[in-house]
C-alpha cells in the first residue's frame, strides 16, 4: 500500500465549476499534509498546508483534512482554465523527515 | 531571486558516466531535501538535511547516489556510474526550520542516461 493514494485522473470541470481533489493517506500518525501544483515542466508550487481537522480556506481554495478517516481533499471554486495542472499530496509524519507524495491528480478546466 | 536555484536546468550523459547536480537553497534555509520524480509519478524523496548534517538517506536508491552539503547551504548529489533508470527529473527543496514546515522547490534538473 502507498503511502499516499490520489486518484491520477484525469479530472475535467468547465470553467467556473468547483474541482474536487481527494487523497488518502496509510500512517494514522501523519501530522503535517500540503497541496502542491505543478505545472508541466514546472517545478511544485505550493498551494495550502493544513495540519488539523476541518476546513482550511486560502481564496479560491479550501483544504479539508479527517484525520480519523484519513483523508485530505482541496476544493477549487470558480474553476480557471489557469488552474489546469497537476495537484500534488504531499503527507509528513512528524516522526521522520520525509515528506511522501502522491502521484498527482492532472486537472483540466474546459473553457 | 530569492528561489531555490538549482543547474544545471538540463543534463544530458552517457551510461556510466559520473554526474554532479548543485542546488542552492533559500538563503537561511535549514532543511535540504532531494527528491527524485518519474515521468507522470510524484516526487520520490532521496535524502534531507538540517545545516550540513545528512539525517536521512534511506531513499537514495543505490551506492551509486551520494548527496553533500558540507558549508550548510549550497549541496551538491552526485550519481556515479549513471544508468538508463537514473534519467529523471531531480527536484531540491528547502524550509525555512523542521522537517514539517512547507517547502519550496526549484525548478530542478532534468537528467537523461543516453
Known amino acids: 500500500q502507498k503511502e499516499v493514494e490520489q486518484n491520477s485522473g484525469p479530472l475535467s470541470v468547465p470553467e467556473g465549476a468547483i474541482a474536487s481533489l481527494n487523497c488518502t493517506y496509510s500512517d494514522r500518525v501523519s501530522q503535517s499534509f500540503f497541496w502542491y501544483r505543478q505545472y508541466s515542466g514546472k517545478s511544485p508550487e505550493l498551494i495550502m498546508s493544513i495540519y488539523s481537522n476541518g476546513d482550511k480556506e486560502d481564496g479560491r481554495f479550501t483544504a479539508q483534512l479527517n484525520k480519523a478517516s484519513q483523508y485530505v481533499s482541496l476544493l477549487i471554486r470558480d474553476s480557471q482554465p489557469s488552474d489546469s495542472a497537476t495537484y500534488l499530496c504531499a503527507v509528513n509524519r512528524n516522526t521522520g523527515n520525509q515528506f511522501y507524495f502522491g502521484t498527482g491528480t492532472s486537472l483540466t478546466v474546459i473553457p | 531571486g530569492a528561489g531555490v536555484s538549482q543547474s544545471p536546468r538540463y543534463k544530458v550523459a552517457k551510461r556510466g558516466q559520473d554526474v554532479a547536480l548543485r542546488c542552492d537553497p533559500i538563503s537561511g534555509h535549514v532543511s535540504l531535501f532531494w527528491y527524485q520524480q518519474a515521468l507522470g509519478q510524484g516526487p520520490e524523496f532521496l535524502t534531507y538535511f538540517q545545516n550540513e548534517a545528512q539525517l536521512d538517506k534511506s531513499g537514495l536508491p543505490s551506492d551509486r547516489f551520494f548527496a553533500e552539503r558540507p558549508e550548510g547551504s549550497v549541496s551538491t548529489l552526485k550519481i556515479q556510474r549513471t544508468q538508463q533508470e537514473d534519467s529523471a527529473v531531480y527536484l531540491c527543496?528547502?524550509?525555512?526550520?523542521?522537517?514539517?514546515?512547507?517547502?519550496?522547490f526549484g525548478d530542478g534538473t532534468r537528467l537523461s542516461i543516453l
Open positions: 527543496a528547502s524550509s525555512p526550520l523542521d522537517s514539517n514546515q512547507p517547502q519550496h
